[in-house]
């Protein structure tokens, strides 16, 4: 079966249209596609990099308590070591005070046994002899005094016998009471002694684990900030591949639009979306509004607009007469009853932190050395140079972003 010229032209024009709405549309899917994907990757890696930023905290705190522990636990080691030392002195004094006490203890029980072993013969030699009487006494004296001096010479020997051997069981006693309690101190101190290097080698032991943690926690640190080293640059590379591709998509979005111009006959084309140069009203400045977020965070951004083209003064806050890019920031949220710290670098650190997908008009938007504030659709108003003052920047990726900061309910 032929079929006409009539016929085939028809199906190969239809044939043509559709091949070139189907390059369209998978022309639209392949451009929008990297932007999205890149997008997805930088989430990725932003939400790896809090992660591991937050792991980096934990982990810092952590050292830090077992760093304290290990201070604590070796300051109450060296207390206990000089414990151990004076204990130890008291001990060998101890000891010696001992020996000494024992030998007074030996001395008396041999003075003792020396003086009750000579009572002891005296009274065998007056019993081997027999009892004198006084008759003996008598007949045996020259005289009666002899004889009385004769009897109470064995009455004062006695006596002295007794006296020396309760004298000396006296000492005797002294000398065993200062021994026993002498020995009673030392095993006291010996106990105690055992007992702190007990304590002296579980505290070692202890202050070795927290310092094996400490170092443990060393690795783990290094580990983490070399992640985050890592993260951080996929960040970065991230971020500046979707400026380019922004840049690019803002350039194809123009060009389309003047191609579609040029077909529709007019000739003309307005890129206020794309180039930030919408009409201007009667006080010459561009009339431009913010988009998307809260009505706060617009309002903001709004009351932010009014102000550009006016001059920037480094260290100024008049938002007519001149501003630097912190004291911008602070004087637009001061109109709103919202007080924020004077520098960038303060302010990097004030009010709510925000992640990049979640950036609203009105937040603060950080550079190296330079705040901003973002009006939504990926542009930002800032107190730019002295050369350029107050502007609006069409891609806040400009240059990396440091943070985003919400100063606000």
């Not at 939400?47 to 980096?56: M, T």
């Not at 794309?274 to 009505?295: E, H, M, R």
């Amino acid at each position: 079966m032929k079929w006409g010229k009539g016929r085939f032209a028809e199906t190969a024009v239809r044939s043509v249209i559709l091949l070139l709405l189907f390059q369209m549309v998978f022309a639209g899917v392949i451009y929008a596609t990297p932007i999205t994907q890149t997008e997805k990757e930088k989430k990725k890696s932003q939400d790896r990099l809090d992660s591991v930023n937050q792991e980096i905290d934990t982990i810092q705190k952590n050292k830090d308590f077992a760093t304290q522990q290990v201070s604590e636990l070796e300051d109450k080691l060296t207390a206990l070591l000089v414990t151990i030392q004076v204990l130890e002195e008291e001990l060998e004094e101890k000891k010696v005070s001992l020996r000494a006490a024992e030998k007074a203890y030996d001395r008396a029980a041999s003075d003792e046994r020396d003086q009750y072993d000579a009572m002891k013969k005296r009274i065998r030699y007056v019993y081997e002899k027999g009892e004198p009487d006084y008759l003996d006494i008598l007949l045996k004296s020259n005289s009666l005094s002899d004889a009385l001096c004769e009897n109470e010479y064995f009455r004062q020997l006695y006596e002295y016998d007794q006296n020396m051997i309760l004298r000396y069981k006296e000492v005797r006693y002294h000398a065993e009471e200062l021994k026993n309690r002498l020995e009673e101190e030392k095993a006291e101190m010996e106990v105690m002694e055992q007992e702190y290097l007990a304590e002296k080698k579980e505290l070692q032991q202890t202050v070795s684990a927290k310092k094996a943690e400490i170092s443990d926690f060393n690795e783990k640190l290094d580990k983490a900030k070399t992640d985050a080293a890592l993260y951080a640059e996929d960040v970065r590379k991230q971020t500046e591949k979707l400026r380019i591709m922004r840049v690019e998509e803002r350039e194809r979005l123009k060009q389309q639009a003047r191609n579609n111009g040029n077909r529709s006959g007019n000739g003309t084309f307005s890129g206020s979306q794309f180039n930030n140069s919408p009409a201007k009203g009667n006080t010459g400045k561009q009339i431009v509004k913010s988009t998307g977020g809260t009505a706060e965070g617009r309002a903001i951004a709004d009351f932010a607009l009014q102000f550009v083209g006016n001059p920037y003064v480094w260290g100024g806050t008049s938002l007519t007469n001149g501003a630097d890019c912190s004291g911008f920031a602070q004087s637009v949220y001061k109109h709103f009853g919202i007080s924020i710290p004077r520098t960038s670098a303060e302010q990097s650190q004030y009010g709510q932190k925000v992640a990049f997908d979640d950036l609203q008009p009105g937040d603060l938007v950080f550079y190296a050395g330079h705040v901003a504030i973002s009006i939504g659709d990926g542009r930002i108003v800032h107190a730019s140079s002295a050369k350029e003052g107050i502007k609006i920047s069409d891609d806040v990726t400009y240059r990396t972003i440091l943070g985003i900061r919400r100063p606000r309910g």
